[in-house]
């Protein structure tokens, strides 16, 4: 596991074809841009140690969710 710090407009570049950038912060939410080949799933997990995850497909164009 990474922890890393970023600041809004900022880019983290998983591989040559995935960045994830931060949007905006406020004090209880971060808004994400994921940038991902059509193929990959993403997990939303609102709690994670229950393994309770929506998983939300990604097709080509921007997808905002909730």
């Not at 080949?37 to 309770?52: A, G, H, K, Y």
Request: net charge negative.
């Amino acid at each position: 596991m990474i922890i890393l710090e970023r600041r809004a407009n900022e880019d983290v570049v998983l591989d040559e074809q995935s960045t994830v950038t931060v949007i905006s912060l406020s004090t209880d939410r971060v808004k994400l841009r994921l940038k991902v080949p059509s193929n990959v799933s993403i997990q939303r997990c609102e709690f994670p140690e229950t393994l309770d995850c929506e998983a939300v497909l990604v097709s080509s164009g921007d997808t905002v969710l909730p």
